[in-house]
């Protein structure tokens, strides 16, 4: 099984909302990952976490708070979004930080 | 740094066609190589991967050689379907610079019947 599951599917927030997409894997991965993807584009790497701890945050704004409260679970709250922050956010996990991930059917995002 | 080159889409097919879909790469270190594929509206799927020069990865009739001399990751298939009309993501990951994915720009294949 290789199963990454995401929810909700679909999410529209206003600009003052606070929000959380919920991610969550039961193949004894630890690691896993936040990505943000916009149309016709690559995703984007937002931040790592490696046995539960922080690993990598790449200089994402502070309107985006992760959180991992297990191996099994992964978090982002989302907090004063702007409209250019609509996307598509994928979360993935791999068995250490370097193996193969695999992703999630993502969250699409509207701020509006 | 290291990146990821694909050919630039959108490459179309007809039905039964031969697949290639071109990648290089430069990579300081000794990365691992993947193809992520990704269909209208989902996430990306890991289509196949190879871990050291010279390994094959194939999956569904797709596969792709780790050449380390042209440092490249062509991605084939004998006989596309239009079932295969999706966006292909070549990356690599280098364990030693904290195994992140860096991406290709994406190919997107349209095959029509």
């Known amino acids: 099984d290789t199963e990454v599951t995401q929810t909700p599917k679909h999410l529209v927030m206003g600009m003052t909302n606070k929000k959380s997409l919920k991610c969550e894997q039961h193949?004894?991965?630890?690691?896993m990952y936040w990505y943000k993807q916009k149309a016709k584009k690559p995703p984007e790497l937002m931040f790592v976490y490696s046995y539960e701890k922080l690993s990598i945050n790449e200089s994402v704004p502070s309107r985006f708070s992760p959180e991992c409260p297990n191996s099994s679970l992964l978090n982002l709250h989302l907090h004063a979004l702007q409209p250019e922050d609509s996307a598509l956010y994928l979360c993935a996990s791999s068995h250490d930080q370097g193996s193969e991930q695999y992703f999630g059917p993502g969250t699409r995002l509207t701020v509006t | 740094g290291d990146s990821v080159t694909q050919m630039e889409g959108p490459v179309t097919l007809s039905e039964e066609a031969f697949l290639t879909i071109n990648c290089t790469y430069t990579?300081?270190?000794?990365?691992?190589l993947f193809w992520y594929v990704q269909y209208p509206g989902e996430g990306l799927q890991l289509l196949l991967k190879a871990t050291k020069a010279d390994d094959k990865g194939s999956n569904k009739g797709f596969e792709a050689t780790y050449r380390k001399e042209t440092t490249s990751f062509h991605l084939e298939k004998g006989s596309v379907q239009v079932s295969d009309s999706a966006v292909y993501f070549c990356?690599?990951?280098?364990?030693?610079?904290?195994?992140?994915?860096?991406f290709g720009q994406g190919t997107e294949l349209s095959v029509k019947p």
């Open positions: 990356a690599l990951s280098d364990r030693n610079q904290g195994g992140k994915l860096i």
């Open positions: 990579a300081t270190g000794y990365p691992s």
């Open positions: 193949m004894g991965h630890r690691a």
